[in-house]
């Protein structure tokens, strides 16, 4: 008979157990369909970075390019954003500075705030009971009395 709060074990010897290996990944695309429209910002260097502290002004030798996807009704467009990267050009040694990256809602800045905006309003407002119809003339909501 067991007493309260105790308990048996029991233990049991297995043979060698071995661990499959994860497949490996699949590199993803990260490029927007290329079909659309793009248009092209390119960010101000804030004054502080554009002056190395012992060589004087910084000289952009690139961009760093982020496209993120919008939705302008009717339409899809992409916006690449062109993030410089400055250096000095007397010595490499003070290395490479770069403006700061725009924040958007996902990591990567790969979808604008419209894109969201898109899918809340197809996921919801088509939906509801008490939003209009869809009508030109303007017509009452549902459920109003005539």
Same mark, same amino acid.
């Given at each position: ?35 659309? @429209? ?6 101000? =260097?804030? *004054? +502080?970075?554009? $002056?190395?502290?012992?060589? #004087?002004? /910084? ?29 000095? @050009? ?6 490479? =500075?770069? *403006? +700061?990256?725009? $924040?958007?809602?996902?990591? #990567?800045? /790969? ?36």
């Amino acid at each position: 008979m067991l007493r309260r709060g105790s308990r048996t074990r029991r233990e049991e010897t297995i043979q060698s157990y071995e661990r499959r290996k994860q497949a490996e990944k699949k590199p993803r695309n990260e490029q927007l369909p290329a079909h659309l @429209p793009r248009y092209e910002v390119k960010l101000p =260097v804030p *004054a +502080d970075l554009q $002056v190395c502290p012992t060589h #004087g002004e /910084r000289e952009v030798f690139g961009f760093d390019w982020q496209e993120t996807l919008e939705i302008v009704p009717p339409k899809l467009v992409v916006r690449r954003t062109g993030i410089p990267k400055l250096a000095c @050009p007397k010595d490499p040694e003070c290395g490479v =500075v770069e *403006a +700061d990256r725009p $924040v958007g809602l996902v990591e #990567g800045n /790969r979808y604008d705030t419209s894109v969201a905006a898109e899918v809340i309003v197809a996921k919801h407002g088509y939906h509801c009971e008490r939003s209009p119809p869809p009508s030109p003339c303007g017509s009452r909501w549902r459920g109003a009395s005539r």
